[in-house]
């Protein structure tokens, strides 16, 4: 059903869903694939092609630290449901996991719909939860221009993929351990292998360059910021 497509295809569609509503988008936090913050909340989405064991297993877990879990997973054109959706739905309904659907319509720009709502429960200050909020914060603050068309929302996993992109720029190819090394997070290896914006290139194994989309992004975010 989604052959072609990949995980990372689900990222710009869901940032924008979440942002529209109002929470600052974080990807790759203590190995979540998204993780949102609103007031307070925290909300976590695992990311997946198809509904299996691993995903829900993975849901499970974060919600020992998050507010509320959504799991995402695509749905091609105009099919409503996924396979025994009326079994995973109760399942997921019982778990207190909530369910979002990527729908990728040729032609059409992906939207997301609620196939299940989950009810935030708050988990307070929780250690597994502070943990999450501590590296969120360390990355630094939001930067979205609110109604803004023109300059593209400033979310922290941009940040963060901005910083590698300038280390790249001032020092030539690197590993992920040496821009580690330069202060990027660690979770850099897993920015540069899925490249979501498409800015790096592999040189040869291990080593990293950015390209030309990179640069141009680069230079883009650096004139927006002197304004």
Not at 154 to 173: H, K, S, V
Request: proline share 4%; charged share 25%; with cysteine.
């Amino acid at each position: 059903m989604n052959s072609g497509l990949r995980e990372i295809d689900l990222y710009a569609p869901l940032e924008k869903f979440l942002t529209h509503h109002g929470y600052i988008v974080h990807a790759e936090v203590i190995l979540s694939d998204i993780s949102a913050t609103k007031e307070g909340i925290l909300l976590v989405v695992e990311v997946k092609l198809h509904f299996n064991l691993d995903v829900i297993l993975q849901a499970l877990e974060r919600q020992r630290a998050a507010d509320a879990v959504y799991i995402a997973v695509p749905i091609r054109n105009f099919r409503r449901y996924p396979r025994r959706w009326k079994t995973i739905r109760a399942l997921c309904a019982r778990l207190g996991i909530g369910v979002l659907f990527v729908r990728f319509v040729e032609g059409r720009d992906p939207e997301v719909e609620v196939a299940l709502h989950r009810k935030d429960v708050s988990r307070g200050n929780s250690k597994e939860k502070l943990l999450f909020m501590k590296e969120i914060e360390g990355r630094g603050t939001n930067q979205n221009i609110g109604g803004s068309s023109r300059v593209p929302l400033f979310t922290a996993y941009r940040r963060e993929a901005l910083r590698i992109a300038q280390c790249l720029a001032e020092n030539g190819p690197l590993s992920p351990q040496k821009l580690r090394a330069l202060g990027c997070i660690p979770s850099t290896g897993s920015i540069l292998l899925k490249n979501y914006y498409g800015w790096f290139e592999r040189v040869s194994r291990g080593l990293y360059q950015l390209n030309e989309k990179g640069k141009k992004a680069l230079e883009a975010y650096q004139t927006a910021s002197s304004r």
